[in-house]
C-alpha cells in the first residue's frame, strides 16, 4: 500500500477504520463523504494522520488524478456516476474486507446469509473461546473487518460476518472456511436481480482450493445450487436430513458426522436456549464449522447450554403484568419476521415497520393468521404490512407514526400471557440510522414503561 493513491467512499465506521489503516501503511489517502463536514466523525483525527477529507459531494474531479485503488462503504451502490467514471477508468472499487485480507495471515471464517449470520457468528466464536491462540471475531457484528484482521496473529481464528455488499467488493478474499446459511429475497433495490444477489454472496467461495471447507444448508435448494460449483470440500447442516458430512438433527439430538463418517452426540435440541426453529438452523450450521474447525465438545455443549442470543436478534427485554416483550430490531426482511412468530405458540402484539425496498409481504399471511392477536405498523411500509394484516383476519391493526408510539399502544392493549414483538420486517433507514438505534429505541421504550 505504501505510495499508493487510494480513495476512501464514504465515511461511516468502515471508512474511518480503513482510511486509518491505510494511512498506517503509507498510503496516500483521500476520503470523500457526501454528509457536509459538521455531520462528519473524526475528520480532524484523519487529517492529523495526513489523510485528504473531502466533504459535501462526489465530485468527479477526484477521478482526474491517477487513482490505484477506490475503498467504498459497502452500503454504496455501484451506481452512482462516481463509481459508473471509476469504472469507466478501470479503477479497481473494493470493500474494506478485500484490504483487511490482504493485510493478514490469519484463516477466516466467513459467515454469510440472508438471515441469522451475527448469531451463528457468535456462536461459532463463543464455541472456539478455548482455542490456542483464541479467535477474534469482527465484520457487520460491531467491529470493522479490516482493523481486527490488521492485528490478527497466523494460526489465530478470525470468524466474521459478511453482507452480500461487502462481499460484492472483493477480488483475492479466500477464507479457510465459508458459510452459506440461507437465500431468500433480500437487498434487491441494491442487487437489482435475486440472481446478482446470489453471485455476490457466491463470491465467498470463489477462491477456496480443495484444502479449504465450504459449509451450506442443505435443506434449500438455492444453497444446493451453490454449492454445486465450489472446489472446496463440502461440509453441511440440516435439521431435516442426515448429510454424509455435517451437522444435523436427529431423533431430537444434534449430531455430527466428520469425513471419516464417525458421528459424534453433541446434546438434546431442547438443551439449546436459543427459541424458534430458525435458530436451530442456526445452531446446527455453528456445529459444524466448530467441530470441523477444532473446537472442543464439551466448550460446544456449554455454549449451546448457556447461549440465550445477541441483542436485537430475539432478546428478551422484560416481562411487565404478564407480557413479555421481545427486541427482534434485526429483522429486516419478511421471511426475519415469519421465523421470529413462528417461536412464540400465538397471542402476538407484532411491531412492523421502516423503510419501503419493494419487498413482497405476502408470505407473512399465515403465520399473521395463526400468531398475531394485533398489529402495529408504521414506517413507509406501514400500508403493505396493514394490508397483510387485513387479509390474514388480524382484528387489530393500528397505524402510528413511530416506535415510541407503537411501544405505548402495544402496552396498552397486550395483556397477561401475551408477547408483544418488535420484528419490524423492513429496514430502519426510514426514521434510523441503523437497526441498533431501532432496536434501542424500542428497548428504551419498554424499560420506561409502568
Not at 433495490?189 to 465450504?214: M, R, S, V
Not at 395483556?415 to 428497548?443: C, H, I, K, N, Y
Request: glycine share 8%; hydrophobic share 40%.
Amino acid at each position: 500500500m505504501k505510495n499508493k493513491h487510494v480513495i476512501v467512499l464514504g465515511l461511516a465506521k468502515s471508512g474511518f477504520a480503513v482510511a486509518k489503516l491505510l494511512a498506517r501503511y503509507g498510503a496516500l489517502v483521500t476520503v470523500n463523504e457526501q454528509k457536509p463536514r459538521h455531520e462528519c466523525h473524526g475528520v480532524e483525527e484523519l487529517e492529523a494522520l495526513g489523510v485528504k477529507v473531502v466533504c459535501g459531494s462526489h465530485p468527479l474531479s477526484l477521478l482526474d488524478e491517477p487513482v490505484d485503488l477506490i475503498v467504498k462503504n459497502p452500503g454504496i451502490p455501484y451506481r452512482i456516476p462516481f463509481l459508473q467514471e471509476a469504472a469507466r477508468k478501470q479503477i479497481p472499487v473494493v470493500t474494506e474486507v478485500e484490504v483487511g485480507y490482504l493485510l493478514t495471515r490469519a484463516p477466516i471464517i466467513g459467515i454469510t446469509g440472508s438471515n441469522g449470520k451475527t448469531t451463528t457468528t457468535t456462536l461459532i466464536y463463543e464455541m472456539l473461546k478455548d482455542s490456542d491462540p483464541p479467535p477474534l471475531i469482527a465484520g457487520n457484528i460491531g467491529t470493522v473487518f479490516c482493523e481486527v484482521a490488521a492485528r490478527a496473529r497466523p494460526g489465530q481464528w478470525l470468524v466474521t460476518e459478511l453482507s452480500s455488499f461487502q462481499l460484492q467488493g472483493t477480488t483475492a478474499f479466500h477464507p479457510k472456511i465459508g458459510v452459506l446459511l440461507n437465500i431468500f429475497d433480500a437487498h434487491l433495490d441494491y442487487h437489482g436481480t435475486k440472481q446478482a444477489y446470489i453471485e455476490a454472496k457466491a463470491k465467498l467461495f470463489a477462491n477456496q482450493t480443495p484444502d479449504d471447507l465450504a459449509v451450506f444448508n442443505l435443506d434449500q435448494e438455492e444453497t444446493r445450487r451453490v454449492a454445486d460449483a465450489v472446489k472446496a470440500q463440502v461440509v453441511w447442516f440440516s435439521t431435516r436430513s442426515h448429510p454424509e458430512r455435517g451437522a444435523y438433527v436427529e431423533d431430537g439430538r444434534i449430531k455430527y458426522r466428520n469425513k471419516l463418517g464417525e458421528v459424534t452426540d453433541v446434546l438434546a435440541a431442547n438443551e439449546v436456549r436459543l427459541p424458534g426453529t430458525h435458530n436451530l438452523e442456526n445452531v446446527v450450521a455453528a456445529v459444524a464449522v466448530s467441530l470441523e474447525a477444532g473446537a472442543k465438545l464439551e466448550r460446544v455443549r456449554e455454549v449451546l447450554r448457556n447461549f440465550t442470543g445477541v441483542p436485537h436478534r430475539l432478546q428478551f427485554v422484560r416481562e411487565l403484568r404478564g407480557v413479555r416483550y421481545y427486541n427482534d430490531s434485526k429483522a429486516t426482511n419478511a421471511l426475519a419476521t415469519k421465523k421470529a412468530l413462528e417461536s412464540f405458540s400465538g397471542r402476538v402484539v407484532l411491531i412492523a415497520g421502516g423503510l419501503d425496498r419493494g419487498d413482497d409481504y405476502r408470505g407473512l399471511t399465515t403465520v399473521f393468521k395463526s400468531r398475531v392477536k394485533a398489529l402495529i405498523v408504521y414506517g413507509q411500509v406501514a400500508g403493505k404490512l396493514a394490508e397483510i394484516g387485513y387479509k390474514a383476519g388480524v382484528k387489530h391493526v393500528f397505524h402510528v407514526d413511530n416506535v415510541k408510539e407503537a411501544v405505548n399502544v402495544a402496552h396498552q392493549i397486550a395483556e397477561q400471557g401475551d408477547t408483544v414483538l418488535l420484528s419490524p420486517a423492513a429496514a430502519s433507514w426510514d426514521q434510523f440510522s441503523s437497526f441498533e438505534e431501532r432496536g434501542d429505541m424500542f428497548t428504551d421504550c419498554v424499560h420506561m414503561l409502568r
